[in-house]
C-alpha cells in the first residue's frame, strides 16, 4: 500500500469523506485548528467502518468530532471564521485556547531533564532510576495522530513547547555514567517514523563497548497499529528489522512497546504479518493503551484486545488513563469506572493475559496503579499504590483515598481517614521546589 498522509490541507481529497455532509467536514476544520490531526491511507482503507463513521473508534481516533472541544471554545472560533477575523488574529485566538487545554501535564518539562556537565539535557527525561526516555529530533511526529494523545504540543507547532534531541553525544555519555540505568526507552512522537539509517545511529551507539549495563533497548511505536508497512514493504523495511536482529545478536532485547487502542487495530492480514516478522527478528513485544470513552470503555473490548494480543505473541503490558490535556473531557473515564472494566476484562482472559497492569496514571510523582476499590474503618476507599515512583522508597506501599465516583485523576483525590496528605506528598512537594536531579532517587533518607 502506498503512505498518504492525510490532514486538515487535504482531507477534503479523501473519497470516503468526500461524501460526508458539508457541515461535518467544517467542524472537523474548526477543530482541528486546535486539536491537529493526522491520518492515512492504510487507517482510512483499512480501519475505519465508513458506513458508521460517527461511531466508529478509529475514526474519532484520528479524526477531530465536534464534541472533543468545549461547547464555547468551539462556537468561538466557529464565530470568528465566520466573521472572517484576520488569520494571525485567529491563531492567537487558537494558541490561547491551546494553552488552557494544558499541554505538557505532569510537569515533565521542567522536572525530569537531566543535567550533565552543567547543561541540561534538552528531549532526555530521567525521572525513574532505571529507564531513560530518549526523544530523538527526527522522531517528533507520528503515522497518525491519536486525538486524545498529550504529545500533541509537538505537533502543533507551538515554540517553547517542544521537548526533543539531537546531541546524541551528549545523551551517551552521559548514560555511560549512570550505571543503573538498565532500559533506554526510544519515543515521541513515534521513533519509528524516523528513517532506518538514523534511527540505526542511536541504537548502533548503545551495542558499543561502555553500554553494558544497558540490557533492555525499548521503543514506543505505534507503528504495527497504524502503518504495518513500516516493517513490511517501506524502502527500508529490511534495514529495520536487520538492526532488529543486530540488537539480539550484540546480546541486548529490544522491545517494541505498542500502542494498540482497539482490537480492530490487531485484525487486519498487514499488521498480523508484521507482528510475525517482528518478533521472529528477536524483538519482544508489549502493548499498552489509556482506556478513553467513546474508543475502549467496555470491558468486552479490552479482553478481547488482550486475548487477540496474545494469541499473537503480544504481552499486554499497562492500560493508562487518559492524561489530563487536550480533548480530555470527550475522552474521560473515571477512575472508578476504569477499575470496574480493568477488573472485568481480567476475569475474563487467562493467566497468560493478566500481564496488564491498570489502570495506571502516570502523574508527576510517578506511575499510580488504581488497586481497587474497598471498604475500611467503615468508609468507602480507594486503594492505590506506586508502580513506578520518583523516590523508590514510595513503590509498593498502599495509600488510601476518600471514593469518589466522579474523580479520574490523582488531583481530583482526597486522602482517606482524615488523614490531611498522602504519605509521599511533603516529600513530593520539598522535590519539586528543590527541581534538582539530586533529589530524585533517594533510596534513603
Ligand atoms: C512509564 C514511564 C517509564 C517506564 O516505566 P516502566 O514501568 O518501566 O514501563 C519511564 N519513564 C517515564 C517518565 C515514564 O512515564
Ligand atoms: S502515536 Fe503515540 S505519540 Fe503519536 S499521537 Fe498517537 S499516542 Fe500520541
Redesign the pocket.
Known sequence: MEYKAYTARNFRSIPQIMVLPEAIKKEMEIIARVLPFKSNSYVVEKLINWDNYLDDPIFKLTFPVREMLPANHFSQIENSVNASMPEAELQQLCNGIKMELNPHPAGQLEMNMPVFDGKKLEGVQHKYKETVLFFPSQGQT?????T?????PQ?SGMEGMKISASHSDEFGNYLKQQKEVTNVLFT???PLVMKTSVLARYIEKLLEPGFEHIHTIRI???ALA?WPYRFLTDNDSEELISLFRKVASAGKQLTLMA?FNHPVELSTKAVKHAIRVVRASGVEIRTQSPILKNINDSAKIWAKMWRTQVSLGCSPYYMFMARDTGAKQYFDVSLDRAYEIFREAYSKVSGVARTARGPVMSAAPGKVHIVGVSEAAGQRVFVLQFIQARKIDWVKRPFFAKYDPDASWLSDLEPAFGDEKFFWQDEFEAMSHLNLKNAIFQEEE
Open positions: 507520528c503515522h497518525a495522530y491519536c486524545f494523545c498529550f504529545r500533541w505537533f515521541g512522537g513515534d514506543g511505536s505505534k497504524y500502542h
